[in-house]
């Protein structure tokens, strides 16, 4: 199974949005609203996001936002702050009823 | 709240097999499912495998023919056997709950590095 498709990199200002792309296939992204999203400081492990394409946990500010389109899910964080330099992964749940990451997307803020 | 905790050799040898496990406290290993993932330095999460108490697994197609995860629900942990490493597999692996239902990876271990080299 292949990586699901980010981008390297997105910056933005501080109260600025940026949207970072996750593309994967009919099999994964495009089959199941199956999607998550995890950001990761540096020397840290990943934090659960959104979960199925656009739930926030408890505790997830409401600046974090997720949907999907066809084959391609986003992440959107609207009012960017400092603390939001970070990577972030999307994951999907596939066919095969295994899991695959996205390449990773480092989000700074200007 | 759940909490994992990784242990294991910190090195192994190319060829050989790595061998970790991952204690689950603060609630029932019969709740959830859960999952291995991995990061080689600098790189991204690479799902590895999962695991359910009754013994139900499913592995990364990638990796499956040199992986084995099982469960001791009795001593409240579960592992993972990764063989003939080489390089390659040079990673920060985590021990992580995978909730089936809404498909979401929380709680998370910090990771443990293991470096392949003789």
């Known amino acids: 199974q292949s990586a699901l498709t980010q981008p390297p990199s997105v910056s933005g200002s501080p109260g600025q949005s940026v949207t970072i792309s996750c593309t994967g296939t009919s099999s994964d992204v495009g089959s199941y609203n199956r999607v998550s999203w995890y950001q990761q400081a540096p020397g840290t492990a990943p934090k659960l996001l959104i979960y199925?394409?656009?739930n926030r946990p408890s505790g997830v500010p409401d600046r974090f936002s997720g949907s999907k389109s066809g084959n391609t899910a986003s992440l959107t964080i609207s009012g960017l702050q400092a603390e939001d330099e970070a990577d972030y992964y999307c994951?999907?749940?596939?066919?095969?009823?295994?899991?695959?990451f996205g390449t990773g997307t480092t989000v700074t803020v200007l | 709240q759940v909490q994992l905790q990784e242990s294991g050799p910190g090195l192994v040898k190319p060829s050989e097999t790595l061998s970790l496990t991952c204690t689950v406290s603060?609630?029932?290993?019969?709740?959830?499912?859960w999952s291995w993932i991995r990061q080689p330095p600098g790189k991204g999460l690479e799902w590895i495998a999962y695991i359910y108490y009754s013994g139900s697994t499913n592995y990364n197609p990638s990796l499956k023919s040199r992986v084995t995860i099982s469960i001791d629900t009795s001593k409240s942990h579960f592992s993972l056997k990764l063989s003939s490493v080489t390089a390659a597999d040079t990673a920060v692996y985590y021990c992580?709950?995978?909730?089936?239902?809404?498909?979401?990876?929380?709680?998370w271990g910090q990771g443990t590095l293991v470096t392949v080299s003789s």
């Open positions: 603060g609630d029932s290993i019969t709740y959830y499912y």
């Open positions: 994951s999907s749940h596939t066919s095969r009823s295994t899991y695959v």
């Open positions: 199925e394409v656009s």
């Open positions: 992580v709950g995978l909730n089936s239902l809404y498909n979401w990876f929380d709680p």
